[in-house]
């Protein structure tokens, strides 16, 4: 059973930061690509980063510049992802997921995390 457990969600003040980390386990080949969604109460999940095994980034625009994603890539650790958030605002407030996306398409989801970022 493939299960991706977040960690290091929280309340942070208005400039401050904070990094999350999702490890995966269960399953025995790296996914294709692993990434960050979040949700805020009255939205749509929205992409807020991935990250393929290519090495390919991609950033929703409210975060560039602000939010690093980063795998771990040892041996292994190879399906753990890192979302270093910095200069976050009251809107960066939402319930953080991860995700991971397998060669075939296949989405799995972590519990979520919350952050909460107070003005």
């Known amino acids: 059973q493939v299960q991706l457990v977040e960690s290091g969600g929280g309340l942070v003040q208005s400039g401050g930061s904070l990094r999350l980390s999702c490890a995966a386990s269960?399953?025995?080949?790296?996914?294709?690509?692993m990434g960050w969604y979040r949700q805020a109460p009255g939205n749509e999940r929205e992409l807020v980063a991935t990250?393929?095994?290519?090495?390919?980034?991609?950033?929703?625009d409210s975060v560039k510049g602000r939010f690093a994603i980063s795998r771990d890539n040892t041996k292994n650790t190879k399906n753990t992802v890192y979302l270093q958030m910095n200069s976050l605002k009251p809107e960066d407030t939402a319930v953080y997921y991860c995700n991971g996306r397998t060669i075939l398409g296949q989405d799995y989801w972590g519990q979520g995390t919350q952050v909460t970022v107070s003005s």
């Open positions: 269960g399953i025995f080949f790296s996914f294709k690509y």
């Open positions: 990250l393929g095994s290519s090495g390919s980034t991609m950033y929703a």
